[in-house]
């Protein structure tokens, strides 16, 4: 079996289809166009100006609270940098992004997990830990269909947080790449929004989920005086981010092609998560699942005794590979997979289910 026979529910990446190409070949145009010195030169760490001002309109703050990095990955490295403090606790849901759990492990952060509910972290377990004499430097929360689990934070439980912010002293990390790939009810406000100016906040999102992955742009919005700090660490990294990438994406949302590329990728993802759903429902009726309402990703729990990391090797010996629940807890998963169906293209999808539920019964 060739690489290209993989079909592969690993990697949180939209499939070729669904990206505007030519959208973003016009926005290419009219960077090089409109300001090839400002897309073709160095510039400075707060990233690309005009993409800084916009996206600052966009959160209504001051340009001061935006940076504009590579990726949000790298947004996320900054922000670890500048507050975590070894041996000092960091509030992270239970599961949590693998790479989240990876960068706090590296800057020696005392990692406290909290169990996460279909409705978002479960924050009377954060107050009574609070209670008990926890002070963490930071929580870190995806709010919006959650990487890995798919699920999203709700309204009460997004102001519960900021009351705990509030009253014990710390930060809220409210990191949101997908919150725009919505395809099944209402927007909720952003816990930056209904912070009110506080600066109890700090917020990262990204492009890579709305326009491509390779542009590789993301952005911190926070207190001006944090950000002036991370903007110190960026230009010591780089010198500047990528400038051509941020003004090609300048240009692509000016044009409003961001809001085109949503749509577009909504619409194929509601329809690729409801191939997915009954797919499992079919050939894996022992699963347990909840379907999102957006984002790239859905959390499956097997039944127990099935061993995850064997079931892989079995998987990708049929040609299907997924991502191990315990590569996102510090503990446990063993019967769990995290299921990205971004990438995978509706003609593709129950194939790879059924060479999955394969997978499982040779074990």
Known sequence: MTASDLISFARGAPSLDIIDVEGLKAATDAALSEDPGGALGYGTAIG??????LLAERHGVAEEQVLVTNGS???????????????????VERPTYDRTLLGLKQRGAAITPVSLDLDGI??????????????????HIIPNFQNPAGYTLTLPKRQRLLELAEQYDFVIFEDDPYVQIRFAGEPLPTMLELDAGKGRVVYASSFSKTVAPGVRIGYLVGPADLIAKIRVRATNTYISPNMFAQAVVYQFLASGGLDRAVAKVNAALAERVA???????????????????????????LPDGVDVAKLLVAAE?????FV???DFLL?????????????????????????????LASL
């Open 331 to 359: 503990e446990g998963g063993t019967s769990s997979a995290r299921l990205a169906y971004s990438g995978v293209t509706t003609d593709k999808v129950e194939e790879g289910v059924r060479r999955l539920a394969d997978a």
């Open 48 to 53: 690309y100006p005009k993409l800084r001002k």
């Open 317 to 321: 010996e049929r040609g299907v590979t």
């Open 122 to 139: 479960d924050v009377d377990e954060l107050a009574g830990l609070l209670e008990g004499g926890l002070r963490p430097t930071f929580a």
């Open 275 to 301: 191939v997915l759903t009954t797919a499992l429902g079919k050939h894996i009726p022992d699963a347990k699942f909840t379907a999102p309402d957006g984002g790239y990703f859905m959390w499956v729990d």
């Open 73 to 91: 990955m790298q947004a996320d490295a900054f922000l670890f940098d500048q507050l975590v403090v070894s041996g000092e606790p960091v509030v």
């Open 324 to 326: 191990k629940g315990t």
